[in-house]
T-cell receptor, first 111, second 113 residues
Framework: EDKVVQSPLSLVVHEGDTVTLNCSYE??????LLWYKQEKKAPTFLFML????IEKKSGRLSSILDKKELFSILNITATQTGDSAVYLC???????????FGQGTELSVKP | NAGVTQTPKFRVLKTGQSMTLLCAQD?????MYWYRQDPGMGLRLIHY???????AKGEVPDGYNVSRLKKQNFLLGLESAAPSQTSVYFC????????????FGPGTRLTVT
C-alpha cells in the first residue's frame, strides 16, 4: 500500500533554533518528492526533489532526498515566527499530477 | 489574476442533501484536482483531471462525482451528503509540464449534520 509518513507530527521551537522534519515514502512508480508549506489556508509549493543526494535550497530552507532509503528531510535554520506552519510532504505517482500526502508536521516557532 | 478560486467558502448541509462545489482557475492550467483535508490526515486526493472532458479517481473518490466541461472549471458534486464528508475541501491546478507544482484555492469548509 502506498504511503507517506511524516515525523514528528508537531514541534515547538524557539526563534533561532534549527529544525529537521522527516518524510518517508512508499509510492508506486515514484517520480519525485514534494514539500509544501501550509499556513492558515492553502498549501504553497516549496521544493521538488527527484535525485538522491542533491540538496535543494531556498533561503533558510533546504531539503534532500535519499531514494535508496526512501526518505527526505526538510531543514530550517535560524527559525523565525513566520516559519510557523504545517509542512506537508508528498510523493508523486508519475501519473498526471497525482500526489499522495503525508499527515503533515505542525511547526510552532515561539519568540 | 485571481489564481484558483472556490465557491462557496462555507456550507452547512443536512444528511442526504446534495451540493456542488465550484473551482475556477485563470492560469490556463491543464490539470486540476480536488482534495479533502481532515485533522491529522494531510490532504487526500478525491478526483483529478488532466484535461477538459477527462476525469480520474484519486485516493478517496467514493460519494463524490466531478465534471470538467471547461478547461478553467472543475466541479465537485456530493449527491447525498453524509457526516463523514464533513471536511475542508481544496481545489488545485497545475501545468502539465510541472504537475507537482500545484496551486491551491482557499478551501471550502463543509459541515454535514
Amino acid at each position: 500500500e502506498d504511503k507517506v509518513v511524516q515525523s514528528p507530527l508537531s514541534l515547538v521551537v524557539h526563534e533561532g533554533d534549527t529544525v529537521t522534519l522527516n518524510c518517508s515514502y512508499e509510492v508506486t512508480n515514484f517520480r519525485s518528492l514534494l514539500w509544501y508549506k501550509q499556513e492558515k489556508k492553502a498549501p504553497t509549493f516549496l521544493f521538488m526533489l527527484t535525485s538522491s543526494g542533491i540538496e535543494k535550497k531556498s533561503g533558510r530552507l533546504s531539503s534532500i532526498l535519499d531514494k535508496k532509503e526512501l526518505f527526505s528531510i526538510l531543514n530550517i535554520t535560524a527559525t523565525q515566527t513566520g516559519d510557523s506552519a504545517v509542512y506537508l510532504c508528498a510523493g508523486d505517482y508519475n501519473q498526471g499530477g497525482k500526489l499522495i500526502f503525508g499527515q503533515g508536521t505542525e511547526l510552532s516557532v515561539k519568540p | 489574476n485571481a489564481g484558483v478560486t472556490q465557491t462557496p467558502k462555507f456550507r452547512v448541509l443536512k444528511t442526504g442533501q446534495s451540493m456542488t462545489l465550484l473551482c475556477a482557475q485563470d492560469m490556463n492550467h491543464e490539470y486540476m484536482y480536488w482534495y479533502r483535508q481532515d485533522p491529522g490526515m494531510g490532504l487526500r486526493l478525491i478526483h483529478y483531471s488532466v484535461g477538459e472532458g477527462t476525469t480520474a479517481k484519486g485516493e478517496v473518490p467514493d460519494g463524490y462525482n466531478v465534471s470538467r466541461l471547461k478547461k478553467q472549471n472543475f466541479l465537485l458534486g456530493l449527491e447525498s451528503a453524509a457526516p463523514s464528508q464533513t471536511s475542508v475541501y481544496f481545489c488545485a491546478s497545475s501545468y502539465a509540464g510541472a504537475p507537482y507544482e500545484q496551486y491551491f484555492g482557499p478551501g471550502t469548509r463543509l459541515t454535514v449534520t
